[in-house]
Nanobody, 115 residues
């Protein structure tokens, strides 16, 4: 099982980025997929989830600005991030699992938002 994130980078406050996470080695459509993030000196925190039935869930910090989506034909989950703030700066991790437990993690992609 492998999850590979891409799309991170440096953006100015107010800008947008779209993260992608490509999965391989598993039945992607059956998985609950998630995005987490970890800022320097802070614990990893939940950002958003999308389940196999396309239900979506967001952290309060992401509501109204971030959108999680998936393309099962491409085994890929996305995180569209708009109106980015400096406090969104973190390493963003893709994760997945069959149940509420996270079984698989990606290596992370850095997002830096400058003020």
């Amino acid at each position: 099982v492998r999850l590979v994130e891409s799309g991170g980078g440096l953006v100015q406050a107010g800008g947008s980025l779209r993260l992608s996470c490509a999965a391989s080695g598993l039945t992607f459509s059956m998985l609950r997929m998630h995005w987490f993030r970890q800022a320097p000196g802070k614990e990893r925190e939940f950002v958003a989830s999308i389940w196999s039935d396309i239900s979506t869930y967001y952290a309060d910090s992401a509501k109204g600005r971030f959108t999680i989506s998936r393309d099962n034909a491409k085994n890929t989950v996305y995180l569209q991030m708009n109106s980015l703030k400096p406090e969104d700066t973190a390493v963003y991790f893709c994760a997945g699992g069959v149940s509420a437990r996270v079984d698989y993690w990606g290596q992370g992609t850095q997002v830096t938002v400058s003020s």
